[in-house]
């Protein structure tokens, strides 16, 4: 799906759902190929928590405190991170066999971050620019649903 059309499903699913999270995870996996796990962490406090997600398995990292991984470091940037070979990246936390790459982008509201989308990719580094806008935008346009 081209990323424009996909932003627009996003505006009318935020409009129609009564589960908005749970509906912009399940739509985000099953609308593009190379997103093979997608989930929605949520800030407490040190950690993140596993909010929403869609995927062929869990995960066993249901919390990860702030720092920790790649999803620990964005949180703690506030920037996008993006691993094109997770298996050469230290902060690395392994969830499943077959993820090559991941994006990481947080969610802000008032300039903090307050959670983060996590996408996990079964094809080498397959997040682009586009993906990071993208999801950038996603994460704007989620932030009042966290
Ligand atoms: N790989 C992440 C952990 C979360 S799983 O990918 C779902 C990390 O390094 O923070």
Redesign the pocket.
């Given at each position: 799906m081209d990323y424009k059309k996909a932003e627009n499903k996003i505006k009318e699913i935020i409009q129609d759902s009564s589960n908005v999270l749970q509906d912009i995870v399940d739509f985000l996996c099953d609308s593009f190929e190379h997103y093979s796990?997608v989930?929605i962490y949520i800030v407490e406090g040190n950690n993140l928590i596993l909010g929403p997600w869609k995927g062929p398995h869990a995960?066993e990292?249901t919390k990860?405190p702030i720092g920790?991984?790649?999803?620990?470091s964005a949180a703690e940037s506030g920037r996008t991170e993006v691993v094109d070979d997770?298996h050469s990246d230290d902060?690395?936390?392994?969830?499943?066999v077959t993820?090559k790459s991941?994006i990481?982008v947080p969610i802000k509201k008032d300039g903090k971050t307050i959670g983060k989308i996590?996408i996990?990719s079964d094809k080498p580094a397959a997040f682009t620019q586009d993906d990071s806008m993208f999801l950038e935008k996603v994460a704007e346009l989620i932030s009042p649903y966290v």
């Amino acid at each position: 799906m081209d990323y424009k059309k996909a932003e627009n499903k996003i505006k009318e699913i935020i409009q129609d759902s009564s589960n908005v999270l749970q509906d912009i995870v399940d739509f985000l996996c099953d609308s593009f190929e190379h997103y093979s796990w997608v989930g929605i962490y949520i800030v407490e406090g040190n950690n993140l928590i596993l909010g929403p997600w869609k995927g062929p398995h869990a995960t066993e990292h249901t919390k990860i405190p702030i720092g920790h991984g790649v999803c620990g470091s964005a949180a703690e940037s506030g920037r996008t991170e993006v691993v094109d070979d997770v298996h050469s990246d230290d902060r690395y936390l392994a969830c499943f066999v077959t993820t090559k790459s991941e994006i990481v982008v947080p969610i802000k509201k008032d300039g903090k971050t307050i959670g983060k989308i996590d996408i996990d990719s079964d094809k080498p580094a397959a997040f682009t620019q586009d993906d990071s806008m993208f999801l950038e935008k996603v994460a704007e346009l989620i932030s009042p649903y966290v």
